[in-house]
Nanobody
Framework: QVRLVESGGGLVQAGGSLSLTCAAS????????MTWFRQAPGKDREFVAT???????YYADSVKGRFTISRDNAKNTLYLQMNNLKPEDTAVYYC????????????????????WGQGTQVTVSS
C-alpha cells in the first residue's frame, strides 16, 4: 500500500496562492490514480482535482481555472497549485491514491481510494 504525506498548507489572504505537495512512499505513483479532496468543518469530504492514469486531469467546477494538479513520477510526488484562493477554499486538503484506473463516474468518489494522507490545513482569510 502506498503511504502519502501532505504538506504546504497554511494561512493566506484571499487572492493569494499556496502549493500543496503529497509525497508518496512504498509504491510508485505511476500505477495510481491520484486525487486531491478537501473537507471543510461540518461538511462532507469533496472532490477537488484528479489526474487519471491516462494523465487526463479533472477539476471540481468550484476550482476550475484556479487550481492545477500535477505529478512528478520520478520524485513520486503529487502537487496542487492553488491560485486566487477564496475563503470558501478553507478546508483540510487530502491526497488519495487508488490502484489502477477509475472511470470518469467513480473517479470523484472518496470511497474508491484505498490510501490517504493525514491532511494539511488551508485557511483563506477575507
Amino acid at each position: 500500500q502506498v503511504r502519502l504525506v501532505e504538506s504546504g498548507g497554511g494561512l493566506v489572504q484571499a487572492g493569494g496562492s499556496l502549493s500543496l505537495t503529497c509525497a508518496a512512499s512504498g509504491r510508485t505513483l505511476s500505477a495510481y490514480t491520484m486525487t486531491w479532496f478537501r473537507q471543510a468543518p461540518g461538511k462532507d469530504r469533496e472532490f477537488v482535482a484528479t489526474q487519471a492514469l491516462w494523465r487526463t486531469t479533472y477539476y471540481a467546477d468550484s476550482v476550475k481555472g484556479r487550481f492545477t494538479i500535477s505529478r512528478d513520477n520520478a520524485k513520486n510526488t503529487l502537487y496542487l497549485q492553488m491560485n486566487n484562493l477564496k475563503p470558501e477554499d478553507t478546508a483540510v486538503y487530502y491526497c488519495a491514491a487508488a490502484g489502477g484506473a477509475l472511470s470518469i463516474v467513480t473517479i470523484q468518489a472518496a470511497g474508491k481510494y484505498g490510501s490517504w494522507g493525514q491532511g494539511t490545513q488551508v485557511t483563506v482569510s477575507s
